[in-house]
């Protein structure tokens, strides 16, 4: 967790938003027990709002409806891991049982005593592709349609490992944690991360050639260290 890329990144970020003003609050899904959703509707039927499981949920509720911002970041999974998928479904209790058509889908929206505005991603990978982020993308973004919020856009960095070399920040890995610092000051005083920012985050540190011998020889070497 506070040693993780995803930690690494979401840091500066919100430090960024901090710095422009922004109160903060980080939470570690994997540090809360947080049950699974049972599907039942419980919080739209029975008691409208209220999740009937006790659980550290009941922590988090009253955070979710007082911020303005709800960033969620997590390292690609296949494609998420599973106690964010757990928050995720969770949030439920948050939405209006009250559904509308917005361009051609199904929605609902937040709860009137729910003040989050914008969704933002922050999110880590291992391997060299930007496009390896589109379905954890794609969950952000539904979500916030679903909720009628603003997607206010992602931080991704591929490969992320490449940041660091012999346990210390590359040069490059540097400028890209200074990018996703300005991020989050953009973030907090526009409203959204800027292009250009993003694009500095997720920039190639090297070629996809490179990468794969690079990943290759890597775990070609530890499967020898085990062989032998």
């Not at 899904?29 to 919080?43: D, S």
């Not at 991020?183 to 800027?194: D, E, M, S, T």
Request: net charge neutral.
């Amino acid at each position: 967790m506070e040693k993780g890329y995803t930690d690494i990144l979401a840091r500066p970020f919100l430090q960024g938003m901090r710095e422009a003003g922004a109160e903060v609050e980080l939470f570690y899904a994997k540090r809360l027990m947080i049950k699974p959703c049972t599907g039942e509707f419980h919080c739209w039927d029975e008691k409208p709002g209220e999740c009937y499981q006790h659980d550290e949920m009941q922590t988090l509720y009253p955070k979710l409806r007082e911020a303005n911002i709800l960033v969620l970041a997590v390292p690609v999974y296949i494609p998420l891991p599973g106690v964010m998928q757990n928050l995720i479904n969770r949030l439920c209790p948050l939405l209006e049982p009250i559904l509308e058509i917005r361009d051609g889908r199904t929605r609902a929206r937040l709860r009137s005593n729910v003040q989050i505005q914008r969704i933002v991603l922050v999110s880590t990978g291992g391997w060299w592709e930007i496009g390896n982020f589109n379905t954890l993308v794609g969950i952000a973004a539904e979500l916030a349609e679903t909720m009628g919020i603003e997607f206010s856009g992602a931080l991704l960095r591929p490969h992320a490992y490449l940041m660091i070399r012999k346990g210390e920040l590359t040069k490059k890995g540097e400028e890209i944690l200074d990018a996703a610092r300005k991020a989050g000051q953009a973030l907090v005083r526009h409203g959204k991360i800027p292009e250009d920012l993003s694009t500095s985050v997720s920039r190639p540190l090297i070629s996809s050639d490179a990468f794969v011998k690079l990943w290759n020889r890597r775990y070609g070497a530890m499967n020898d260290q085990t062989d032998t």
